[in-house]
């Protein structure tokens, strides 16, 4: 994937014009397998450095043709192993007193990357402008993953939400959804 990916010719320079690509995310995928060299370190990588500091038990991250993993989707897990992710964001990548994650890189991911309308960091769904949530906090970030596999993070509330389930296109409210938990919560 990341091969057929990184044959694209590039349309704008980087940084000029936002497109969500997941492609990106493949490349981004193969770069990490290419800098940590060895395929056992780089299968175990996962799992050691992250699955398993979190208790994400259930975690299967699949790889492509090439055996590089698909980072940009085909990580499937249970809820609560969803919401351990969410809550290593939630905490700034610290799990229970270790530091999992660099310190700065959830303020990275969720800053707005450039012409994004405030809506998409670096791997993460962005509410800053409030298009697709209105009524959901503006800290709200998300994973947003295929077949309907939702991390909803808000830093304000000290929430995660977790939602998976198939809705075609336009079938599913998720930001009622999202702000009818919120005030539950109240």
């Known amino acids: 994937m990341a091969r057929f990916a990184s044959s694209k010719p590039l349309e704008y320079s980087p940084g000029s014009v936002f497109e969500y690509s997941s492609g990106s995310t493949n490349i981004v995928s193969y770069l990490m397998r290419k800098a940590i060299g060895d395929d056992a370190e780089y299968f175990a990588f996962p799992r050691e450095q992250l699955f398993n500091k ?7 991250f699949e790889v492509d043709a090439s055996g590089t993993f698909v980072g ?25 007193g270790e530091q999992i994650l660099p310190e700065n890189w959830v303020a990275y991911s969720t800053t707005a990357a450039n012409g994004s309308d405030r809506s998409y960091g670096a791997f993460f769904w962005l509410n800053q402008a409030g298009i697709d949530y209105p009524d959901v906090p503006r800290d709200m970030f998300s994973c947003r993953g295929h077949n309907g596999q939702f991390i909803y993070i808000i830093p304000s509330k000290e929430l995660v939400i977790v939602r998976t389930g198939f809705s075609k296109n336009g079938e599913f409210d998720h930001n009622g959804f999202v702000a009818g938990i919120v005030d539950a919560i109240k």
């Not at 940009?72 to 229970?96: E, T, V």
């Open 54 to 60: 979190i208790g994400m038990r259930s975690a299967v």
């Open 72 to 96: 940009s989707s085909y990580l499937y897990a249970s809820l609560r192993d969803y919401a351990r992710f969410g809550l290593l964001y939630l905490n700034n990548g610290n799990w229970q």
